[in-house]
């Protein structure tokens, strides 16, 4: 029998509920986020009227074209940005989402910044690590300069840092993927105290892990929504 939404939403919340139990945590400081890449209107309508009230955007093109639930109550708190941003594109997303999870450069933080600024606004935003060690594809600021780049971007008007975001090693083993999640955690935590709120790590094949080390937001897409022809 195909599983719909709320089947699957009720499996994660499963296996939130057991990974927090397991670490000795609460269920309540788990953020759960449906990342809709490639996902049609009527099943995001769907997470939502599961309970899902975080979603996320990969892209900018389709984070501005997308419909939106309709007739959205005030408990949908958040739509994220958790795709890599581009400068250019920055103007059609600062002001547009409650979290950009994304910044990985000074520049691109000041451009945030900037654009936050011309609308009256503070834009809140995670810095993204790099996670995997070599790559030369993946997005991220390095782990050796994060703290560094942390206490610059603290000096830019306009912004306000949150956290941190990490996705783990592509294809790892288990103890790799945990071992990342760690040094995330130990990164996040030698944060200033007001940019020690988010720590977003962990998808759909690994949050249960990202849960064990210290994740507060977990992004999941497949375990949501299942598979999406991308």
Same mark, same amino acid.
């Given at each position: 029998?195909?599983?719909?939404?709320?089947?699957?939403?009720?499996?994660?919340?499963?296996?939130?509920?057991?990974?927090?139990?397991?670490?000795?945590?609460?269920?309540?400081?788990?953020?759960?986020?449906? +990342? @809709?890449? #490639? &996902?049609?209107?009527? /099943?995001?309508?769907?997470?939502? =009227?599961? !309970?899902?009230?975080?979603?996320?955007?990969?892209?900018?093109?389709?984070?501005?074209?997308?419909?939106?639930?309709?007739?959205?109550?005030?408990?949908?708190?958040?739509?994220?940005?958790?795709?890599?941003?581009?400068?250019?594109?920055?103007?059609?997303?600062?002001?547009?989402?409650?979290?950009?999870?994304?910044?990985?450069?000074?520049?691109?933080?000041?451009?945030?910044?900037?654009?936050?600024? +011309? @609308?009256? #606004? &503070?834009?809140?935003? /995670?810095?993204?690590?790099?996670? =995997?060690? !070599?790559?030369?594809?993946?997005?991220?600021?390095?782990?050796?300069?994060?703290?560094?780049?942390?206490?610059?971007?603290?000096?830019?008007?306009?912004?306000?840092?949150?956290?941190?975001?990490?996705?783990?090693?592509?294809?790892?083993?288990?103890?790799?993927?945990?071992?990342?999640?760690?040094?995330?955690?130990?990164?996040?935590?030698?944060?200033?105290?007001?940019?020690?709120?988010?720590?977003?790590?962990?998808?759909?094949?690994?949050?249960?892990?990202?849960?064990?080390?210290?994740?507060?937001?977990?992004?999941?897409?497949?375990?949501?929504?299942?598979?999406?022809?991308?």
């Amino acid at each position: 029998m195909t599983q719909t939404v709320i089947d699957r939403y009720r499996s994660i919340q499963a296996e939130i509920e057991s990974a927090c139990a397991a670490s000795g945590r609460k269920t309540s400081d788990i953020t759960l986020i449906g +990342v @809709a890449k #490639g &996902v049609a209107p009527q /099943l995001v309508n769907e997470a939502y =009227e599961a !309970g899902v009230d975080n979603f996320a955007e990969n892209y900018v093109q389709e984070a501005l074209s997308r419909e939106r639930p309709v007739n959205l109550p005030d408990r949908l708190q958040m739509w994220h940005m958790i795709g890599h941003l581009q400068r250019n594109k920055v103007r059609y997303v600062t002001g547009k989402f409650a979290l950009i999870h994304s910044v990985d450069s000074r520049l691109l933080a000041a451009e945030i910044g900037r654009c936050a600024l +011309v @609308a009256n #606004g &503070v834009q809140d935003i /995670l810095l993204q690590v790099k996670l =995997e060690n !070599g790559s030369e594809t993946k997005f991220g600021v390095a782990p050796d300069d994060v703290l560094d780049l942390a206490e610059a971007i603290a000096q830019i008007d306009g912004i306000q840092l949150k956290g941190l975001m990490g996705i783990a090693p592509m294809s790892a083993q288990a103890a790799v993927i945990r071992s990342a999640f760690a040094s995330l955690y130990n990164l996040y935590s030698r944060l200033p105290e007001p940019a020690r709120q988010v720590l977003s790590m962990g998808m759909s094949a690994d949050f249960a892990v990202a849960i064990h080390e210290g994740a507060t937001h977990i992004r999941v897409g497949t375990a949501l929504f299942g598979p999406r022809n991308l």
